[in-house]
């Protein structure tokens, strides 16, 4: 398995502004992903953060509004920009360790928004 | 398009009873089932995949390619059981990377 750390844990922020979400595995990972639980819905896979390259966008979301890095095998960030309520969610991040089988997925802590 | 139907939001039992949380899933390939659970103030963790057929904390689960399902059964309810569980879906024309989630059950189990 895999510690995965995220922050901030929660925010309140105002309407417009943009809120970086951090995600941090202590060991490397093959893959990370960034999931969106909207109240009373279940997880959306938002994209797949690709090490050193350009993440892979589900459909209904864009690079513009969600930009993402991922500089390592460790880290990735996830941008909510430009936010209205309706971004309003729990926002998190998982991971699949080195060694683990493709498909065993490892959840951070997610990240509480409420966009004012 | 894949898709993950949990009828119940919530199913309520008492301490000692039988539980089947339920599970549908439309997908036209041989999918990788899992059921995730997440109890209070705790984050997401697998609980099994049907590709291990192995029995996670009493529970079980078999997929049923007929009637496209994959239940979730115990068979005597505990109260530390009572969580949130989801059941989700990977495709095998993603390379099984993608996690396509249900809308998740709560069970609650009362002594």
């Known amino acids: 398995s895999a510690v995965i750390s995220q922050k901030p844990s929660r925010d309140i922020c105002q309407r417009g502004t943009s809120l970086t979400i951090q995600c941090q595995v202590d060991?490397?990972?093959?893959?990370m992903f960034w999931y969106r639980q909207q109240p009373g819905q279940s997880l959306t896979l938002i994209a797949t953060?690709?090490?050193?390259?350009?993440?892979?966008?589900e459909s209904g979301f864009v690079i513009d509004k969600f930009p993402i890095s991922r500089p390592n095998l460790t880290f990735s960030t996830l941008t909510v920009s430009n936010m209205s309520p309706e971004d309003s969610s729990i926002y998190l991040c998982?991971?699949?360790?080195?060694?683990?089988?493709?498909?065993?997925?490892?959840f951070g802590p997610g990240t509480r928004l409420l966009v004012l | 398009a894949q898709r993950v139907t949990q009828p119940e939001k919530l199913l309520s039992v008492f301490k000692g009873a039988p539980v089947e949380l339920k599970c549908n899933y439309s997908?036209?390939?041989?999918?990788?089932l899992f059921w995730y659970v997440q109890y209070s103030r705790q984050r997401l963790q697998l609980l099994l995949r049907?590709?291990s057929r192995e029995s996670i904390k009493g529970f079980t689960a078999d997929l049923n390619k007929g009637e496209t399902s994959f239940h979730l059964k115990k068979p005597f309810a505990q109260e530390e059981d009572s969580a949130m569980y989801y059941c989700?879906?990977?495709?095998?024309?993603?390379?099984?990377?993608?996690?396509?989630f249900g809308t998740g059950t709560r069970l609650l189990v009362s002594p």
């Open positions: 998982s991971v699949v360790p080195q060694g683990a089988f493709q498909e065993t997925q490892y």
């Open positions: 060991s490397q990972v093959t893959m």
């Open positions: 953060a690709n090490q050193g390259s350009e993440a892979t966008y």
């Open positions: 997908y036209s390939g041989s999918p990788e």
């Open positions: 049907h590709i």
């Open positions: 989700a879906l990977s495709p095998m024309n993603t390379g099984f990377q993608k996690l396509v």
